[in-house]
């Protein structure tokens, strides 16, 4: 009966989360305004107390920070989108150009692409040749405007959500402290919620920083090296470190690109991915382990599923907040005694072996 009860409750548990991540996979266009507005209060909560604190009231301080924060995501969109919009439009043309800078490469590749059709073709020859069947894909123009409009959409709503967290005080610390009977269990509530607060917040302010840091460093350092359009790369490079592991490889890549095509020389071109490698390397190894508590770093093979995760049910939107996800995943873990397996297991092994203080 007991083996019974336990085989019953795997079920549930399987059912659930499928059912979690089918819910997710569908309602990503209200889900994910929502996750952002709270990791973005999150983000912000250590500075919002320090400014109540120093006695300005909670709307006060909560108006003030997000509007800093729509400001400054309206001037990345401002300095870097009609830059980024030219480079869309210029896309086979910047082809070209990169095709006949590699031609030397490109030939090996067009020879194995060729050997490669002339098999595809002699095999649906010799299986009756079946037709191809061609769906018709939506505008580019169309595509990109719809893009535009849910984006704004989402990050108008996690603004406005992110507004009232912030300017709401200790209102859901009250709620939280009311919706329990016992005193014992209103403290170990408040605890618990103070210190997952605690840990995430002071994480992704500090990880911002840093982020922040890196995007001036690398603008500095490309653009030293006559890269055009460095300050472009500074924000990407910004964006970017907040996808552990893959973020740094595609902005190396993307960087590559443009030097190759921008520099004449081939070789001189190879400095500047080589720079934004080592700084972000640089940055992976020393920096980010130095400032952040050895406690909140994860595991990287959690890391890298939940990244693959999460940009295959959200696309770049689900990538980019994976990690601070997986993060606040993983401190909720470390307080509840049922979940403190799965919380060890997300955790990096030197983290595992050191006890909390």
Same mark, same amino acid.
């Given at each position: 009966m007991r083996e019974d009860?336990?085989?019953? *409750?795997?079920?549930?548990?399987?059912? /659930?989360?499928?059912?979690?991540?089918?819910?997710?996979?569908f309602a990503r266009d209200l889900i994910l305004p929502v996750m952002l507005g709270c990791l973005i209060?999150?983000?912000?909560?250590?500075?919002?107390? !320090?400014?109540?604190?120093?006695?300005?009231p909670a709307a006060v301080s909560a108006v003030t920070l997000i509007l800093l924060a729509a400001g400054s995501i309206a001037a990345i969109i401002f300095f870097a989108g @009609? /830059?980024?919009?030219?480079?869309?439009?210029d896309a086979p043309n910047i082809a070209r150009e990169l095709k006949y800078k590699l031609s030397g490469v490109t030939e090996a590749i067009d020879a194995v692409k060729d050997a490669s059709s002339q098999v595809e073709e002699m095999t649906a020859a010799s299986a009756g040749g079946p037709q191809a069947v061609v769906v018709q894909q939506p505008g580019l123009l169309n595509s990109a405007v719809t893009l535009a409009a849910s984006s704004a959409t989402s990050i108008s709503v996690a603004l406005i959500l992110a507004? +009232?967290?912030? &300017?709401?005080?200790?209102?859901? !610390?009250?709620?939280?402290?009311?919706? +329990?009977?016992?005193?014992? &269990?209103?403290?170990? &509530?408040?605890?618990? %919620? !103070? @210190?997952?607060? *605690?840990? %995430?917040s002071g994480y992704l302010l500090t990880i911002t920083l840093i982020n922040a840091g890196l995007g001036v460093i690398i603008a500095s350092a490309l653009w030293l090296v006559g890269l055009e359009y460095a300050y472009i790369w500074g924000i990407a490079a910004f964006l970017l470190n907040y996808l552990p592991i893959l973020g740094g490889l595609i902005g190396t890549l993307l960087v590559a690109v443009h030097a190759i095509i921008y520099f004449d020389s081939f070789s001189y071109a190879?400095?500047?991915p080589l720079l934004y490698q080592a700084l972000t390397a640089f940055e992976a190894q020393f920096v980010t382990p130095y400032l952040v508590s050895k406690r909140l770093e994860l595991n990287t093979v959690a890391v890298f599923l939940t990244v693959v995760l999460w940009a295959w049910l959200w696309g770049v939107a689900g990538a980019l907040v994976a990690v601070p996800f997986l993060l606040v995943f993983k401190v909720i873990c470390d307080k509840i005694d049922s979940l403190k %397996?799965?919380?060890?297991?997300?955790? &990096?092994a030197e983290a595992q072996t050191r006890p909390e203080p």
């Open positions: 009860i336990k085989a019953l *409750r795997r079920s549930v548990s399987t059912l /659930t989360t499928i059912t979690i991540f089918v819910i997710a996979y209060a999150l983000t912000l909560s250590p500075i919002n107390r !320090y400014l109540q604190k120093q006695g300005l @009609d /830059t980024v919009r030219t480079w869309s439009d507004l +009232f967290l912030l &300017a709401s005080g200790d209102l859901f !610390y009250v709620k939280l402290v009311q919706a +329990f009977p016992t005193f014992s &269990a209103k403290k170990h &509530a408040l605890t618990m %919620v !103070y @210190d997952i607060e *605690r840990r %995430v190879l400095l500047a %397996v799965i919380g060890n297991f997300l955790g &990096a």
